[in-house]
């Protein structure tokens, strides 16, 4: 009503978590579109904890992690970069992630940020209502995911929100397999991020079959 004071609304931030091994394109224009959809003040990007194991595979050391996504979100003033997982000791779970960050502050309106691959999986997450308490979701449409209706169903709408996402069918794991079978990867990543995995050797050259 006109006798409520005026207070500055809460600040909106977006938590884009992800494993980043490496960071990619997809990624970033993911963050870029939903910074600008919600007009959020700032895109926080929180690299998952270590020691984890993503199924089958060792994943690269968390520093290795971290420094490629600073890397990568350097240049943009309202991305940063939250070690929030990287310094939790075990594995990384979305609700220790959002209960952190909001920890650290209070007043602001999360937006977590996730693939529509990710987002189906929410429910199997620890402590699923919880999650809808600490943030507000955005599920951003991913070329070659689809979401079934059991899951879209059981999505409380007032907490998430889909957003579409120029079709960018760009993967870590695309970006991984391309540099062991010494193709290139720029323009899939960041040019730093390609000199960063060349410096270290991240994902080293598979020796090829022969005749
Ligand atoms: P991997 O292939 O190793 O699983 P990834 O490319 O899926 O890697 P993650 O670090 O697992 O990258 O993803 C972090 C978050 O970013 C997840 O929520 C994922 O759904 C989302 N994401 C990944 N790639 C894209 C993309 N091209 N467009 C939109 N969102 C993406
Ligand atoms: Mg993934």
């Known amino acids: 009503s006109s ?5 500055p609304l809460p600040r909106r931030v977006g938590v884009m978590g992800g494993t980043f091994d ?3 394109h997809g990624h970033l224009v993911a963050a870029s579109e ?3 959809w919600f007009d959020l003040d700032e895109v926080v990007f929180v690299p998952t904890g270590a020691p984890w194991q993503k199924a089958d595979r060792t ?5 290795d992690r971290y420094l490629m996504t600073v890397i990568a979100t350097a240049s943009n003033p ?3 970069v939250s070690r929030v997982d990287i310094d939790r000791p075990g594995t990384t779970y979305t609700i220790d992630t959002l209960r952190d960050l909001k920890a650290e ?3 602001a309106e999360l937006y977590f940020i996730t693939g529509a691959d ?5 429910f199997t997450w620890r402590d699923a209502e919880g999650l809808f308490e600490l943030a507000r979701f955005v599920g951003c449409t991913r070329p070659g995911y689809t979401m079934d209706e059991s ?7 007032d907490r998430v929100t889909m957003v579409e996402i120029p079709a960018l069918a760009i993967s870590s794991t695309d970006c991984r397999e391309r540099t062991r079978r010494g193709e290139p990867v720029w323009y899939l990543v960041p040019d730093g991020v390609v000199q960063y995995i060349a410096k270290h050797d991240l994902y080293p050259k598979e020796p090829q079959d022969s005749a």
Do not use: G
């Open 151 to 157: 899951t879209i169903a059981s999505i409380p709408a």
């Open 118 to 122: 990710a987002l189906a999986d929410i």
């Open 3 to 7: 006798d409520t004071p005026l207070r």
């Open 34 to 36: 939903v910074q600008a």
């Open 22 to 24: 490496p960071i990619h």
């Open 78 to 80: 309202r991305f940063t």
């Open 59 to 63: 994943v690269t050391p968390a520093e």
């Open 105 to 107: 502050m209070p007043d």
